[in-house]
């Protein structure tokens, strides 16, 4: 019997580095939501990965950065709690910002992982000759394994990284399935697609103070799904901008949502959305427990 090898890769980094659009990239479908905004990926979301006989867990973190709300740190603690059982670290850095002072903080939090790697993205946008310092800054902050050159968006030096990363995955019975998938709970998927277009659509007004909760989905005779879904405000305020004059932004969210969900699933469906306004919706525990985060007091 051939050998197996399996393990956990945590991607980490700051915000907007390019985290969920590499994990997009590898999957070759959405796993994770990609936005405008900043702080957007709300929980751990798992995606497997084949590269040969090797399976690649990868936890797609939220963005690191100077916590403030509850929801923030509940956010920012996932993210760490993350590394606990990685048996790699992927360290994903935006080039065109450099090394700030949150990436060596960060660094100084990660630098002792015996599997611990830099991918510098969006490395299409700048001179080599500006990639080179980075590079030699990283390799004293830390020892990294390796340092990637890539650009996720264009899938440029991805396939070449996977590689690597395979290569230092334990033997190991497989811990999912031997097929690519991701293990974000149904549910919880539906409702990042919908909150994504929230933020594709409205992003300069609204704040982050939004959540989308799926409360049900139902199939009907023909195999049509309908999905009652939820999107929680704190105001009034946001509830209109969320609406638009004569319910315009909502139909865009919900068509582009729906479009979304049939692409991928490859199913017709009719998708419900209401806006509520829950006032003090970040202080309920139910909330953070939806989302697979936890709730501190």
Same mark, same amino acid.
């Given at each position: ?11 980490? $980094? ?37 590269? $040969? ?31 606990? +059982? ?25 630098? +002792? ?49 996977? $590689? /690597? ?20 709970? +149904? ?69 582009? /949502?729906?479009?979304?969900?049939? +692409?991928?699933? $490859? ?31």
């Amino acid at each position: 019997m051939s050998k197996t090898y399996s393990g956990f890769i945590s991607i980490i $980094g700051p915000t907007n580095a390019g985290k969920s659009t590499l994990m997009n990239q590898i999957m070759g479908r959405k796993v994770s939501i990609v936005s405008h905004k900043v702080q957007t990926t709300r929980t751990n979301l798992r995606a497997i990965k084949m590269v $040969g006989n090797r399976q690649l867990v990868f936890v797609d973190t939220p963005g690191v950065f100077k916590p403030g709300r509850r929801l923030d740190r509940a956010m920012v603690g996932a993210a760490m709690d993350s590394l606990a +059982d990685a048996d790699a670290v992927l360290l994903i850095l935006d080039s065109t910002k450099g090394i700030t002072d949150t990436v060596r903080g960060l660094i100084e939090k990660i630098k +002792d992982h015996k599997n611990l790697f830099v991918a510098l993205n969006k490395t299409d946008a700048v001179r080599k000759s500006e990639l080179l310092p980075i590079a030699a800054e990283l390799n004293e902050l830390a020892p990294f394994r390796e340092i990637f050159m890539i650009s996720a968006m264009k899938n440029d030096g991805v396939e070449k990284m996977l $590689g /690597a990363l395979a290569d230092v995955m334990p033997e190991s019975p497989y811990l999912f399935e031997a097929h690519d998938a991701t293990d974000v709970p +149904d549910n919880l998927y539906l409702a990042e697609l919908t909150r994504e277009k929230i933020y594709r659509y409205i992003h300069q007004e609204l704040p982050y103070h939004i959540n989308v909760v799926t409360e049900r989905v139902d199939v009907d005779d023909e195999g049509v799904l309908d999905i009652y879904q939820k999107i929680v405000v704190q105001s009034e305020g946001h509830k209109k901008i969320i609406i638009g004059r004569g319910g315009i932004q909502l139909q865009k969210i919900g068509t582009a /949502a729906r479009h979304d969900i049939q +692409d991928q699933w $490859g199913v017709n469906a009719r998708l419900h959305l209401f806006v509520r306004v829950e006032p003090n919706w970040e202080d309920v525990a139910e909330n953070y427990t939806d989302q697979g985060l936890e709730f501190k007091k």
